[in-house]
C-alpha cells in the first residue's frame, strides 16, 4: 500500500518559514520523481517544485528563489523549505510521487497572515 504523508503546515507571518516533510512507503523511492503542489481557495492545483529520480529540480516561476526543494533517499522522505512566505503562498500543499502512476498525500494546510 502506497502512503504518502505530509506534515510541517501551519500559521506563519509573512516573511516567515516553515518546512514542509513528506513522508513515503510503499513505492521504491529512488526510482520516483517527487513533487509538491499546491491549491489555493477557489484556484485549481499548481505545481511548486519537482526533483526528478536523478536529483534534478524544478520549480515554478513564482517560487524561484524563495522554495527549495530537497529529498532524503535513506529516510523515504521529500522537504519543501519555504522562505520569504508571502500572502499569496496561502494554501493546501501536497506531496505527490510519480513514476508510471501519480500517488497524492492528504495535504498540510499552510496559512501565511499577519
Known amino acids: 500500500q502506497v502512503r504518502l504523508v505530509e506534515s510541517g503546515g501551519g500559521l506563519v507571518q509573512p516573511g516567515g518559514s516553515l518546512r514542509l516533510s513528506c513522508v513515503t512507503s510503499?513505492?521504491?523511492?529512488?526510482?520516483?520523481?517527487m513533487g509538491w503542489y499546491r491549491r489555493a481557495p477557489g484556484k485549481q492545483r499548481e505545481l511548486v517544485a519537482t526533483i526528478t529520480a536523478g536529483g534534478r529540480t524544478n520549480y515554478a516561476d513564482f517560487v524561484k528563489g524563495r522554495f527549495t526543494i530537497s529529498r532524503d533517499i535513506g529516510q523515504k522522505m521529500v522537504h519543501l523549505q519555504m522562505n520569504s512566505l508571502k500572502p499569496d503562498d496561502t494554501a493546501v500543499y501536497y506531496c505527490?510521487?510519480?513514476?508510471?502512476?501519480?500517488?497524492w498525500g492528504q495535504g498540510t494546510q499552510v496559512t501565511v497572515s499577519s
Open positions: 505527490n510521487a510519480r513514476r508510471n502512476n501519480d500517488y
Open positions: 510503499g513505492i521504491t523511492f529512488n526510482i520516483y520523481a
